[in-house]
C-alpha cells in the first residue's frame, strides 16, 4: 500500500485534523529546536510506534517509506563526516533529521491531503491557491491513469522494443498528455461553470470534534520531550 | 409559447471561435417532466446543445428562454442553477478529494446555508445508493461508482431539468441497469429529463420523444414510433431501427399479433399484446383436443 492509501484507512484519521497538524509541526519544530540526540531518538521511535500501533501501518512498509529519506540523509551524515570528523555532530544532525521526517510521516500517514487542505483554509490560505491544490491533487490520479494506459498500449504495440524506440515512445506519451490535459482543463471548466462556478472552489467543511483527551495526549508528547531534553540532555 | 413551457431554444445557432458552425437555427420546446432522448452521430452537437441549454455556452443566434423568461449574460446563474449536466466523462466533472465534499460542491455554489447543504449531500447520496462511500477518494472508485458520484452531484443542485450525456456509455449492465431505474425515479418525482444516447432500443423504451440532431440541425422531433417510421432519416442518422418495433412489425405482416399499431414499448408489453391476442382469438379458434 502506498502512503496516501494508508492516510485513507487509518484509524487515526478520524481524529480533528486541526489537532494532527499543529502536534506534528509542533513536534518537528521543537525536536529541530532542542537539539538533543535523545530527544530526536524519542521522536523518531515514538513516531514509529504512534504509526504501526494506532495508525496501523505495516511496520516492514513504514520501514519501507522511511528508506529514502534515509538514505539521503545518510548519504549527507557521511559527507558531514568527512569535512568534521565529528561524530557527535554527525549523529545529532542525523537523528535531528530522522526525527523531523518521523513527525511529518505521522501526519502523512493519518491525514488525508483533502483534509490537510481544509485546514489550510481555515488558516486563511487565500482561496485562489487552495482551489488550485485541489485541482492539482484530482489531477495527478486523472493523469496518472491516462498516462498509465498509454504506456500499456505503446507497450503492447513494442513502444519500448529498443533504447531509441523507448525515448521516441516517451516523448510522443508526454506530448499527447499535454494536449489531453489541455483538453481536460477545458471540459473540467465547463463541467465546474454548469455546477456554478463563479470563481471560488467551496466544499462543505467536515466537522470533526476536538475529544479533550486527545489535546491532553499531545500536550503529554511534548511534555515528555521537554523532560527528556531536561534530564537526558 | 405555449403555456407549459419550460425551456425554449428559438432558432439558436452556435459557432465556437474558430469559427466551425456547431448548430444552426434548432428550435426547441421542452415542457416541464418531459423524457427525450436525444439521438444523432458523435459531433452532431448533443453536447454542445446540453452546454447552451445549461447557460455555460452562450448562443451566438437567436434566443433561450426558461419559464418564459429570456435568458442573457445577466441570468445565465439563474439557467445553471434550473438545469444540470452529467457530463459523460465523470473524470472531467469530479474535482473533489472526497465523495462528501464532491456532492457538495454545487450546493455551496448555490450559496445555500451549511445545513441544508448536508441534508442534500446526504439525500443525494440515498438516492444513489452510495451510503458508506461519503469519504472515499473519486481516484478510489470504479468507472460505475464515480458514474453515480457524477449523478448525486446534480441531484444534491436540485434543479428541475437533467440533461444526460451518454450516462451508459462505458458502463456494465449491472451499472446500466442502475442508471436507468435512476432516470426512472427521477422522471417519476416529476423532473424533466434529456438524456443523450446511442442506444436505440432504450430510447425507444425509455422516452416519449426523440430528438435527432445530425450536423448541428434539429432533423426529427417526435414520439419514439413516429420518429423510427420515416427510415430514410434514421438510415442517414446511420440509426438502426429498435428491434422491439421490427419484431411487431415483423409479427403485425404475417398476421400473428391482432392489436396493430399498439407500439409495446418492452417485452413484457409486447407479450402481454400477443396474450390479449389470442385470448380474443381462441374461442372462434379450432378447438382444441
Given at each position: 500500500m502506498g502512503m496516501e492509501h494508508y492516510a485513507y484507512v487509518s484509524p487515526l484519521r478520524h481524529k480533528n485534523a486541526c489537532l494532527k497538524t499543529t502536534f506534528g509541526i509542533t513536534v518537528l519544530v521543537c525536536g529541530l529546536a532542542m537539539d538533543s540526540i535523545a530527544v530526536s531518538l524519542w521522536i523518531t521511535v515514538s513516531m514509529m510506534g504512534i504509526s504501526v500501533i494506532w495508525g496501523k501501518v505495516r511496520l516492514y512498509d513504514y520501514i519501507r517509506f522511511l528508506a529514502m529519506p534515509l538514505f539521503f540523509i545518510l548519504f549527507g551524515g557521511g559527507a558531514l563526516f568527512f569535512a568534521t570528523e565529528d561524530m557527535r555532530l554527525v549523529l545529532l544532525v542525523t537523528l535531528r533529521a530522522v526525527g523531523a521526517v518521523s513527525a511529518f510521516y505521522f501526519l502523512t500517514l493519518s491525514t488525508p491531503v483533502g483534509e490537510l487542505m481544509a485546514v489550510l483554509r481555515k488558516c486563511h490560505v487565500p482561496p485562489v491557491l487552495i482551489g488550485l491544490m485541489y485541482l492539482l491533487y484530482r489531477d495527478i490520479f486523472v493523469l496518472t491513469g491516462v498516462w498509465q494506459s498509454m504506456f500499456t498500449a505503446a507497450q503492447s504495440r513494442l513502444?519500448?522494443?529498443?533504447y531509441r524506440t523507448s525515448l521516441r515512445t516517451f516523448g510522443g506519451i508526454g506530448s499527447n498528455l499535454l494536449l489531453l490535459s489541455w483538453k481536460r482543463a477545458d471540459d473540467c471548466y465547463h463541467a465546474m461553470e454548469a455546477r456554478g462556478y463563479e470563481g471560488t472552489i467551496c466544499f462543505l467543511e467536515r466537522r470533526q470534534s476536538c475529544r479533550w483527551y486527545d489535546v491532553l495526549a499531545a500536550a503529554g508528547y511534548i511534555a515528555v520531550m521537554a523532560a527528556i531534553r531536561r534530564f537526558c540532555g | 409559447m405555449k403555456e407549459d413551457a419550460l425551456l425554449c431554444l428559438r432558432d439558436v445557432s452556435f459557432s465556437y471561435h474558430t469559427g466551425r458552425?456547431?448548430?444552426?437555427?434548432v428550435d426547441l420546446t421542452i415542457r416541464a417532466g418531459e423524457r427525450i432522448a436525444v439521438l444523432g452521430p458523435?459531433?452532431?452537437?448533443k453536447s454542445t446543445l446540453f452546454l447552451l441549454m445549461n447557460g455555460v455556452l452562450r448562443p451566438s443566434r437567436g434566443s433561450i428562454y426558461y419559464k418564459g423568461r429570456r435568458m442573457d449574460q445577466k441570468n445565465s446563474n439563474e439557467l445553471r442553477r434550473s438545469v444540470g449536466i452529467i457530463f459523460q466523462d465523470a473524470d472531467s466533472q469530479i474535482i473533489a478529494p472526497s465523495v462528501r465534499e464532491e456532492i457538495s460542491f454545487g450546493p455551496m455554489n448555490l450559496k445555500l446555508s451549511s445545513a441544508v447543504v448536508e441534508e442534500r449531500v446526504a439525500h443525494a447520496i440515498a438516492s444513489v445508493n452510495?451510503?458508506?462511500?461519503?469519504?472515499?477518494?473519486?481516484?478510489?472508485?470504479?468507472g460505475g461508482e464515480k458514474k453515480r458520484v457524477s449523478i448525486a452531484d446534480i441531484i444534491a443542485m436540485k434543479p428541475d431539468v437533467f440533461l444526460f450525456d451518454e450516462p451508459m456509455a462505458c458502463l456494465d449492465p449491472a451499472h446500466a441497469r442502475r442508471v436507468e431505474t435512476l432516470l426512472e425515479d427521477l422522471s417519476g418525482q416529476g423532473k424533466t429529463l434529456l438524456v443523450s444516447t446511442h442506444d436505440v432500443d432504450f430510447a425507444y423504451r425509455w422516452a416519449q420523444r426523440i430528438l435527432i440532431v445530425q450536423e448541428g440541425s434539429l432533423k426529427a422531433d417526435g414520439t419514439p414510433p413516429a420518429v423510427f417510421a420515416q427510415e430514410a432519416l434514421c438510415r442517414d442518422a446511420n440509426l438502426s431501427c429498435p428491434v422491439l418495433l421490427r419484431i411487431e412489425k415483423m409479427l403485425e405482416s404475417r398476421d400473428l399479433l391482432r392489436a396493430k399499431g399498439r407500439n409495446p414499448r418492452t417485452v413484457e408489453e409486447l407479450e402481454l399484446l400477443l396474450k390479449q391476442g389470442n385470448d380474443c382469438v381462441s374461442p372462434a379458434g379450432p378447438a382444441q383436443g
Open positions: 513502444g519500448y522494443a529498443d | 458552425q456547431v448548430l444552426t437555427h458523435n459531433g452532431a452537437g452510495l451510503q458508506g462511500f461519503e469519504e472515499r477518494p473519486p481516484h478510489y472508485l470504479s
